[in-house]
């Protein structure tokens, strides 16, 4: 959790709003994965991402590897998006996958 | 899609008993996670592996061990159980070296009384 700070913990969005959740790393990070779990609690891959920028729909996400962060944009909110984000930094002398303790989101109608 | 399966979904231990918590992919994926979930910590890696016959210490590995027998299974094992593991717990695969995503199993709910 240390080596991968996320924030904010908790937000609550209304419907049709748009925001940003952001990942800082302390560790040196070749890729970022970020994941949606939902109530069920299921994780589902939302983005996997060298240097660089992704868009899929409504979420695009960006990883800056010399500054050592990640952020996901949300657009447009829908109540289906609420759940918790996880991101999660490969280091870059293993495979090792560590994750950030998760952004909380509640979308309101 | 990748599958990765975890069994079983649920389980109830006793203080000091052994647990195995078996993971299974059918994508011939190379590397292999065990996570534990707990609020406020989010998703801790326990064991990991690059291949049949390999296992690796995650970041919190004491009172478990892992067993990768094949490519296809991977097993995380607590000889003896105690409360503080009571958790959820996640398996998930990738492959090695490709800008391919972990995949996740369902988890297993254990508690351990």
């Known amino acids: 959790g240390d080596k991968v700070k996320q924030s904010p913990s908790a937000l609550s969005l209304q419907e049709g709003t748009n925001s940003a959740l952001r990942c800082n790393f302390s560790?040196?990070?070749?890729?970022v994965q970020w994941f949606l779990q939902n109530p069920r609690g299921s994780l589902m891959n939302l983005f996997y991402?060298?240097?660089g920028t992704k868009e899929n729909g409504r979420l695009k996400s960006a990883f800056d590897s010399k500054e050592s962060y990640s952020t996901l944009h949300i657009r447009d909110a829908q109540l289906e998006d609420s759940g918790t984000y996880f991101c999660?930094?490969?280091?870059?002398?293993?495979?090792?996958?560590?994750f950030g303790t998760g952004t909380r989101l509640q979308v309101l109608p | 899609e990748a599958a990765v399966t975890q069994s079983p979904r649920n389980k109830v231990a006793v203080t000091g008993g052994k647990v195995t918590l078996s993971c299974n992919q059918t994508?011939?994926?190379?590397?292999m996670y065990w996570y534990r979930q707990d609020t406020g910590h989010g998703l801790r890696l326990i064991h990991y592996?690059?291949?049949?016959?390999?296992?690796e210490k995650g970041d919190i590995p004491d009172g478990y061990k892992a067993s990768r027998p094949s490519q296809e299974n991977f097993s995380l094992i607590l000889e003896l159980a105690t409360p503080s593991q009571t958790s959820v717990y996640f398996c998930?695969?990738?492959?090695?070296?490709?800008?391919?995503?972990?995949?996740f199993g369902s988890g297993t709910r254990l508690t351990v009384l």
């Open positions: 999660a930094a490969e280091a870059s002398n293993t495979n090792k996958v560590v």
């Open positions: 998930a695969s990738a492959r090695r070296d490709s800008a391919e995503t972990l995949y």
């Open positions: 592996s690059y291949g049949a016959g390999s296992t």
């Open positions: 994508n011939n994926h190379n590397n």
């Open positions: 991402l060298v240097p």
């Open positions: 560790i040196a990070a070749t890729t």
